[in-house]
């Protein structure tokens, strides 16, 4: 069964990094395609970035150049690394799997597992 712990979120100042981590549970399984989701209140769940088992990664492209997203298999878990931080990626941060399919798509709605989240606010 995957499941998805997000940890790292936090508060930080615009120009600042921040680095989150998702533990996930019934990695092979999971780890085909995992990715990194955001949603600020009002606003639709978005796509940050996604990997897939062979390493190729996909960015959405407000953050693109700024963000990286990275995996260690020993340790079973999902990296985002986030620099150049702006007020606009506050939001709260979600890590998503999608067994089963070899690619590293952007849309929430293909993905099947998700973390609880964990919230970034940047002033």
């Known amino acids: 069964h995957v499941q998805l712990v997000e940890s790292g979120g936090g508060s930080v100042q615009a120009g600042g990094s921040l680095k989150l981590s998702c533990h996930v549970t019934?990695?092979?399984?999971?780890?085909?395609?995992l990715g990194w989701f955001r949603q600020a209140p009002g606003k639709e769940r978005e796509g940050v970035a996604a990997?897939?088992?062979?390493?190729?990664?996909n960015y959405g492209h407000s953050v693109k150049g700024r963000f990286t997203i990275s995996q260690d298999n020993a340790k079973k878990t999902l990296y985002l690394h986030m620099n150049s931080l702006k007020p606009e990626d506050t939001a709260m941060y979600y890590c998503?799997?999608?067994?089963?399919?070899?690619?590293?798509?952007?849309?929430?709605?293909?993905?099947?597992?998700w973390g609880q989240g964990t919230q970034v606010t940047v002033s």
């Open positions: 998503a799997a999608r067994p089963g399919w070899v690619d590293s798509s952007l849309v929430a709605g293909h993905y099947i597992y």
């Open positions: 990997i897939e088992r062979g390493g190729n990664t």
């Open positions: 019934d990695y092979v399984t999971a780890k085909p395609c």
